[in-house]
């Protein structure tokens, strides 16, 4: 049924949500700060609101990047160089790997089948193309989508079209994609007119729903 996969790499793969801790922890090391849960937490809803900003088309990418954190730690009553700090951050980002469970085995179940694997994240490039090198998953793919690089971020529908002509599809019944974001992965997917699987545990309107990658194998 399918033979194209658009795969999310951040928290479908990669496990974002580890190297962010870090990454953070290093930004508050900077300014002789200890990290905690409230932190992380208030830097995540502004963080947050600003890609929701950036996927409706706001902002853009480099506002996002060079404010985060200065509107964080304005937040707190701190001044900061917003640009620096993000640099701080990028740095250990950047060595962050740590793979998703299952995920190693789902690619090379994906392989066997001969499906054509494409990588399809909203990030920065040479970031995400460091991580996927560094965790060993980087040559499972036929393509790599990174919204920096394409342009357009999911859920715009023009990432996809990239991705659909990239491809030479065909027929858009035969794509799938995967990811853990019902906005930008499922969203999206909706809106390019081809099936979606969310892995995640929210009420979703995706063609499939799965709680680990394994039962991905069930669906392809």
Not at 109 to 129: E, P, R
Not at 182 to 196: H, P
Request: net charge negative; glycine share 6%; hydrophobic share 35%.
């Amino acid at each position: 049924m399918y033979k194209y996969i658009l795969m999310d790499l951040d928290n479908t793969l990669l496990d974002f949500n580890a190297g962010e801790r870090d990454a953070f922890n290093k930004v508050l090391e900077s300014e002789r700060m200890h990290y905690s849960d409230e932190l992380i937490q208030r830097y995540q809803q502004i963080n947050g609101k600003l890609w929701q900003d950036l996927e409706a088309g706001n902002i853009t990418r480099q506002q996002l990047l060079d404010t985060r954190f200065q509107k964080f730690f304005g937040s707190i009553g701190r001044t900061v160089d917003g640009v620096e700090k993000e640099r701080i951050f990028r740095a250990t980002l950047n060595d962050s790997h740590v793979l998703i469970e299952g995920a190693l085995a789902l690619l090379q179940y994906l392989k066997s089948k001969d499906m054509i694997i494409c990588s399809a994240t909203n990030g920065v490039y040479h970031t995400q193309i460091q991580r996927m090198q560094a965790s060993g998953i980087y040559e499972y793919f036929n393509h790599h989508f990174i919204s920096e690089e394409i342009g357009y971020e999911k859920p715009d529908i023009r990432f996809f079209e990239h991705c659909f002509n990239t491809l030479q599809l065909d027929n858009q019944q035969e794509v799938l994609m995967i990811g853990d974001t019902l906005t930008s992965d499922i969203l999206g997917a909706k809106n390019a007119g081809i099936d979606s699987c969310y892995f995640g545990f929210k009420a979703s309107d995706a063609t499939y729903t799965v709680r680990t990658l394994k039962e991905i194998e069930d669906i392809i």
